[in-house]
Every structure is written in structure tokens, then in C-alpha cells.
């Protein structure tokens, strides 16, 4: 095997391991709130840049004056693909409350890996965002995937969840309401 073969084998299997270990492999009912952690005193969230799907540049900031529900996630990560469905869900059950659900894809096939995702699971409620370099997720110092980050609608964080959850239950939907109203 080439040296350089080996090398890029080893940061693959470093990256995989790194992106399993510590995670459930499965998202887990939110029943229970208390695997989200809520901030002792809320900070301000970094007003970070991120891509749509038509590739143009946005920023929290333009969400100021609604909740946000921030989800960093990628298609290759498990726990990710079993909670987007609850998100799609938890994005249709809050928005009358002016709360906006935002998956940030680390996803580095761009739009079009997403797209095929969303098409083969049936998301339809969720927009297509990119945070192809990471920076976003560095901004919000992002230990693993998914990691979801609730912010209120002064642009401060509440909580955040790393690790899968299902954000279709009538808790998560209150909880979040709680947090980001």
C-alpha cells in the first residue's frame, strides 16, 4: 500500500471513531428534558455564516427577533439521519411561534448530497443549509454530530443537545417553545 494511502486511511478511521464513540447510534424519544443542557445564564450566540442551497452567503443575525433552533448534522452520521424526520417535525410545530429550525449540513458534496438525502428520507419541512468548511460549528465550538443548539429570539443561547433526539414529541416542541420564545 502506498504511504500516502495508508496516511489517508488512518485520518478516515481516526475521523469515523472520533464521530462514534461517546454517541447512541439511534435518536432517543426527548421525552426526558434533562439530556438537554440548558445554560445557567444564556450568551450570546455568534453570529455565524453559513450557505443555501442556491449557494448564496447568510447570517444568524438575519434570524434576530425569532427563536432558532440550530441543528449541526451531516447525511454519513447515524444519529443525524434518525432524528432529522422529528426535526421536520419540530420545524412544521413551531414555526406559528416564530421559531425557525436551521440543519447545517457538514456535508462536503454541497447541495446536491443533501438534496438526494432529504428526497430519500422524505424531509420536506427543512431547508437545504451548508456549512461545507465547518466554521459554523467551530464558532459554536461543536464537539460531535448532531449537536443542536437552541437560541431565543434575542439571539441568546439556551441549551444545547449533542447526540440524536426525537424532536417530534409534544415535550420537545414545548421545551423549545420554552427556550426560543
Known amino acids: 500500500m502506498h ?56 447570517h444568524l443575525s438575519e434570524f434576530e427577533g425569532r427563536g432558532v433552533v440550530l441543528n449541526f448534522w451531516a447525511t454519513w452520521c447515524a444519529p443525524c439521519v434518525a432524528e432529522m424526520p422529528g426535526l421536520g417535525k419540530l420545524a412544521s410545530a413551531v414555526a406559528s411561534q416564530n421559531i425557525a429550525v436551521l440543519p447545517l449540513s457538514a456535508d462536503r458534496g454541497g447541495v446536491l448530497v ?22 459554523a460549528a467551530r464558532a459554536f465550538g461543536v464537539s460531535g454530530l448532531p449537536t443542536t443548539i437552541i437560541i431565543d429570539k434575542k439571539g441568546q443561547e439556551h441549551a444545547r443537545l449533542t447526540g440524536g433526539a426525537d424532536w417530534s414529541t409534544e415535550a420537545a416542541s414545548r421545551k423549545v417553545r420554552e427556550l426560543a420564545g
Open 3 to 58: 504511504p500516502l494511502s495508508r496516511r489517508k486511511l488512518l485520518r478516515a478511521a481516526v475521523t469515523l471513531s472520533a464521530t462514534l464513540l461517546g454517541r447512541k447510534a439511534w435518536a432517543e424519544p426527548l421525552e426526558d428534558i434533562s439530556a438537554l443542557k440548558t445554560a445557567p445564564s444564556p450568551s450570546a450566540a455568534p453570529d455565524i455564516t453559513f450557505l443555501s442551497a442556491d449557494g448564496s452567503e447568510h
Open 114 to 135: 443533501v438534496q438526494q438525502f432529504y428526497e430519500q428520507h422524505g424531509v420536506q419541512s427543512l431547508p437545504i443549509l451548508l456549512d461545507p468548511k465547518g466554521a
